[in-house]
């Protein structure tokens, strides 16, 4: 007959006063860091006690029961009700909730507190996100619920952000196949269906970093950063209905706005209501531009103006402030460092001091009847407004004539004479020409067609980077009067002794400004334009230009240093190291010719010591790696970084693998065959030019991409560099 099992007896329950109570020194826990009583005594205070004690009697040296009980599980609730009844906020007799132990047990206390501990679960991240939502749903907001639980209320919107994700994504997650950062990367994008689409494209792939997935979800949207959104404004963008993206996980910059189609308008508009204020000051015309080309004003002539006189109130203002910054300059001046908060005054007020100082120019009348004005935005999204600008057809007659006689009088970066390209296309109220030209035109980087073959560079990129280069020459021959010296030799040399065309050198000896009239949009704010631009301001500020008997006793009495380096100056505006279409047809440069310049200017790189890298140019994504083939990415990083850093990448689609390499090559010195000086790569007896992949010969210095360094300790990085 089968022994029938024996029925499981549970400890029963009873409520026992608090005063009859003391914590057991059986209990297990006894490390107090990160432990918080406060909170649990409030909560307790707020919806009572959830879990009862585990207590046994405590007995005397005969081993009858005192009347005490002993808690050997349950020490923190019970440090907590010690804490209200020290408040006064629990009576000392309230009865608590307790399991009792029999005291004869064979169950060692030890053994309950261990288990007790132990043998809990926590509660999955997305139940507790979940969870949050219920209470809100049901009327709780985020005030009430962070309170509650005793957390901010930032945390409360994170898991109510967590818990929006795609619920096809929250399972992933709930299935551990997905980390909680990823999940936090999601948040960015609300878009459900893109959230589900940039999953399926990197769950298998090596890039399913946060940072990977937070690039897809907002790769068409536009930084808060950004000089256009600076420009317009976030809040004026939502109100025209624009979305901003923002990540409750970690910063960004104010996050992203979705629609670049209408920060692009409101942008338009904005320049325009500019435009149409500047009008009523009687120009002829007015250019409005995002962005303004490197040379925008090639060919016309700026007016002079003279500053605006100050009014009474402005210069009792600025003695005002003066004696302030002296004073203050004073009663600090024998200690050996201004206070912080001395220091930021004085800048206020240096501030203050220089807006009014900065006045400005009054023209005239007549002058502004002809000329025109270039409205674009600054770098850091401020409005960027460049008067008094003189087309040569604008020009008086009489002016003309003297200027075709004479030479015409270059005011601008780099352009070529009697040349504009800005053309009337809308009329203001008042009479003023506006036109607006909008963003410079380029060619989208897009996926193409790769079959893996070395397809040469695109055309119009070589004219790019050789505008690059162009530019470079000419700052280094302006710097170089020797050099400029012989260059000049070298080419009245060769025409007088020789007969060839003046195309078929890299120096226009004229001099003639050479406009790059195909250019990469960072170009005017490359290191080298801004050095351009400095020396040619000094010289011009010191020049006495507007009366040429003057300039030709200025000329006269320079000194040998100065007169060779003002020739320097003037002859590197000649420089040209274009790459231009090949015209069979006699219009423009022939193949020979094209080859002459090139090799010319090599010599000239050659004797200034050109280096492209020093000079500013890397390879971006924007400004070469998505414009050419993936086999030419490929290519960039073997020769910089070695085969077994470029094999990493050949999985990558052409956007990844752009962006990866872009990483990898910065500071790597790294150059595409037009920018490499010839003589350095014959030097080497290899196809290596300055500074282009030096520690692609040590495979154990291999810089690993980012989606296979990500948590890797060094040495594990090195370790899988080397296999």
Known sequence: MAKAAQKITLSPSRDIPFDKL?????????????????????????????????????????????????????????????????????????????????????????????????????????????????LREKGQGDEAIAAAFFVTPQIVKQRLKLASVAPALLEVYAEDAMTLEQLMAFTVNPDHARQVQVWEAVKNSWNKEPYAIRRMLTEASVRASDRRAVFVGVDAYEAAGGVVLRDLFQGDDGGWLEDPALLDRLVAEKLQAEAEALAAEGWKWIEVATDLPYGYSHGLRRLAGDPAPMTDEERAAHATLLAKYRALEEEYSGQDEYPEEIDARLGQLEMAMEALVQRPLIYDPAEVGRAGVFVTLDRDGSLAVYRGYVRPEDEPREETAVQDADGADVMGQGGDVGVSSWKPSATSAGGTVITSGGQPIGADPTE???????????????????????????????????????????????????????????????????????????????????????????????????????????????????????????????????????????????????????????????????????????????????????????????????????????????????????????????????LRRVDLAARDGEAIAEGQGEDAAEPEDVDLPAFLTADLPDGNASMMAAE
């Open 448 to 674: 193409e067609d790769d079959d893996g073959a070395m397809k040469p560079l695109p055309e119009r990129l070589v004219i790019e980077l050789t505008a690059h280069r162009t530019l470079a020459l000419r700052e280094a021959i302006g710097r170089s009067p020797d050099v400029a010296l012989t260059l000049l030799l070298l080419k009245l040399v060769t025409d007088t002794f020789r007969t060839s065309s003046a195309s078929d050198s890299c120096l226009e000896a004229s001099v003639r400004h050479v406009y790059m009239s195909a250019q990469a949009p960072d170009l005017k704010d490359s290191i080298v334009a801004k050095l351009v631009d400095e020396r040619h301001a000094a010289w011009e500020a010191d020049l006495p230009l507007g009366d040429d008997a003057a300039l030709w006793d200025y000329l006269t009495v320079l000194d040998q240093g100065s007169r060779l380096a003002l020739l320097a100056h003037c002859l590197s505006f000649g420089i040209n190291a274009l790459h231009e279409k090949v015209n069979p047809y006699g219009a423009g440069i022939s193949a020979n010719g094209l080859t002459r310049r090139m090799a010319h200017a090599d010599l000239v790189a050659r004797a200034v010591d050109l280096d492209m890298v020093e000079a500013g140019w890397e390879p971006t994504v924007d400004g070469y790696l998505n414009r050419v083939p993936k086999a030419r990415i490929l290519e960039a990083v073997r020769e910089a970084k070695g085969e077994g850093t470029a094999q990493l990448l050949d999985h990558l689609k052409k956007g990844e693998m752009a962006t990866e390499a872009e990483r990898l090559l910065k500071g790597s010195g790294w150059l595409p065959e037009v």
């Open 22 to 134: 003391v914590l057991s020194q059986s209990n297990v826990r006894r490390i107090k860091a990160g432990v918080s009583v406060e909170e649990l005594a409030e909560d307790i205070a707020r919806r009572g006690l959830l879990q009862g004690l585990n207590v046994r009697p405590m007995l005397d040296a005969d081993g009858v029961e005192t009347g005490m009980f002993e808690i050997p599980a349950g020490g923190r609730r019970f440090q907590a009700l010690s804490l209200l009844v020290k408040q006064k906020r629990l009576a000392k007799t309230a009865p608590i909730p307790c399991i009792v132990r029999d005291a004869a047990s064979d169950i060692l206390p030890e053994d309950d507190s261990l288990a007790e501990n132990m043998q809990r679960v926590a509660l999955h991240p997305l139940d507790q996100f979940r969870a949050f939502v219920a």
